[in-house]
Nanobody
Framework: QVQLVESGGGLVQAGGSLRLSCTIS????????VGWYRQAPAKQRELVAT??????TNYADSVKGRFTISRDNAWTVSLQMNTLKPEDTADYYC?????????WGKGTLVTVSS
């Protein structure tokens, strides 16, 4: 099992930047993939960015060129968000995959004002 805790959310003006961090504890060396997802009010949770154990990355089209996912060390995953837009406003969740099981943090709120 792993535990995930997100941090770094907040209020930012459009065009600004934020860096989200996810601190992972538990069976960190069993993790096959990590990622960030987001959920806006009245919308379904959607993929933002993922990274495999080998370092391969995948991004939603809406964030390509603006967001960057990184595995800073074995227990920290970050999401650098640049050129933020009001439509990026959402709760952002950290995810870790072990086998067929997904683990989630409780989320951190990002609000982008226009």
């Amino acid at each position: 099992q792993v535990q995930l805790v997100e941090s770094g959310g907040g209020l930012v003006q459009a065009g600004g930047s934020l860096r989200l961090s996810c601190t992972i504890s538990g069976s960190i060396f069993s993790i096959a993939s990590v990622g960030w997802y987001r959920q806006a009010p009245a919308k379904q949770r959607e993929l933002v960015a993922t990274m495999t154990r080998g370092g391969g990355t995948n991004y939603a089209d809406s964030v390509k060129g603006r967001f960057t996912i990184s595995r800073d060390n074995a227990w920290t995953v970050s999401l650098q968000m640049n050129t933020l837009k009001p439509e990026d406003t959402a709760d952002y969740y950290c995810n870790a995959g072990i086998g067929r099981r997904d683990y989630w943090g409780k989320g951190t709120l990002v609000t982008v004002s226009s």
